[in-house]
T-cell receptor, first 114, second 116 residues
Framework: NAGVTQTPKFQVLKTGQSMTLQCAQD?????MSWYRQDPGMGLRLIHY???????DQGEVPNGYNVSRSTTEDFPLRLLSAAPSQTSVYFC?????????????FGPGTRLLVL | AQSVTQLDSQVPVFEEAPVELRCNYS??????LFWYVQYPNQGLQLLLK??????LVKGINGFEAEFNKSQTSFHLRKPSVHISDTAEYFC??????????????FGTGTQLKVEL
């Protein structure tokens, strides 16, 4: 299994541009999530999905959209990039085992908005 | 809602010395607890997790953590660190009810720097 994959690894945008961060997993996990990581703030949840066709907002959803048309893919869209969205973005999928759940993270996308 | 506090932003330690990275959490309901490690320019890797049962949890790379419900703590320990343990470590918590795995709450991280 490739696990959780993310593309691109790096991206530079100008303010106002839009783009889509791709995330895919081949483990047939139902749950997927997007986080952003900023210095001194840990990881914060942007959006999540409990299955194909179902998404919901996390802690910091403003400026981002998601969709989940298939179990495998969970893209994150920046509608109009702002410098405040400069960050490292991580996608995760969740494996449920008995009473517990474990999240597996992709390698991240480093985004710079000028 | 739950929260996680990692008391130390940086922990310097000499190689082969023991280390403890502290994590305290706050929650009104039962939780699952996790430690993740992030090596430079990489994603997060699961070190260990507490779901239920024994309060002493062993993970990869010789790390272990102890869940202390009365002190709401989940401190990470290693008896003898190696230079390759230099990384950032994140404590995280999620509720046990309603399949809370999508809503991990992370601490702000502890940078472990192992020196020769």
């Amino acid at each position: 299994n490739a696990g959780v994959t993310q593309t691109p690894k790096f991206q530079v945008l100008k303010t106002g541009q839009s783009m889509t961060l791709q995330c895919a997993q081949d483990m047939n996990h139902e749950y997927m999530s997007w986080y952003r990581q900023d210095p001194g703030m840990g990881l914060r949840l942007i959006h999540y999905s409990v299955g194909a066709g179902i998404t919901d907002q996390g802690e910091v959803p403003n400026g981002y959209n998601v969709s989940r048309s298939t179990t495998e893919d969970f893209p994150l869209r920046l509608l109009s990039a702002a410098p405040s969205q400069t960050s490292v973005y991580f996608c995760a999928s969740t494996y449920r085992e008995g009473e517990g759940e474990t999240q597996y993270f992709g390698p991240g996308t480093r985004l710079l908005v000028l | 809602a739950q929260s996680v506090t990692q008391l130390d932003s940086q922990v310097p330690v000499f190689e082969e010395a023991p280390v403890e990275l502290r994590c305290n959490y706050s929650s009104s309901v039962s939780v699952y607890l996790f430690w993740y490690v992030q090596y430079p320019n990489q994603g997060l890797q699961l070190l260990l997790k507490y779901l239920s049962g024994s309060t002493l949890v062993k993970g990869i790379n010789g790390f272990e953590a102890e869940f202390n419900k009365s002190q709401t703590s989940f401190h990470l320990r290693k008896p003898s660190v190696h230079i390759s343990d230099t990384a950032e470590y994140f404590c995280a918590v999620t509720r046990t009810l309603t399949g809370g795995g999508n809503k991990l709450t992370f601490g702000t991280g502890t940078q472990l720097k192992v020196e020769l």
